[in-house]
């Protein structure tokens, strides 16, 4: 029997309709109740357009240099799974390599936030 697994997003916004606040929950996380975060970033295929659709959200805390170390995770995790996806592990090196040089360009390897 396939179990499902529900997982909810919560986001508070300001007078602009800006995040200022976003959390979440699921019901078969490691942690009970909601877990703050200060971005999220959503990536749905649509298989009927053959489009990928995205939510893209980050409070106003969040700061430029925790956007760049988030990034930069973000082309590494992005490896990772395409690599577990297709075995293609020459096209995620490419990414990999790509990382690298995000991080090299924005100098994350000195800054705290990105090590």
């Known amino acids: 029997m396939n ?3 529900e997982i909810k997003i919560f986001v508070e916004l300001d007078d602009q309709k800006m995040p200022v606040k976003i959390e979440w929950r699921a019901n078969d996380a490691d942690f009970k109740g909601t877990k703050p ?3 999220l970033m959503l990536s749905l295929w649509d298989e009927k357009e ?7 959200l980050w409070t106003k805390e969040m700061t430029v240099e925790e956007m760049n170390a988030h990034y930069h995770q973000i082309f590494l995790k992005m490896a990772d799974t395409f690599e577990r996806a297709t075995r293609n592990s020459e096209a995620a090196n490419m990414i990999r390599d790509f ?3 995000f991080a090299k360009k924005l ?7 990105g090590s």
């Open 50 to 56: 053959n489009v990928t659709l995205g939510i893209d």
């Open 37 to 39: 975060t200060k971005t």
């Open 99 to 101: 990382s690298s040089d």
């Open 107 to 113: 100098d994350l390897k000195n800054n705290a936030i």
């Open 3 to 5: 179990k499902k697994s």
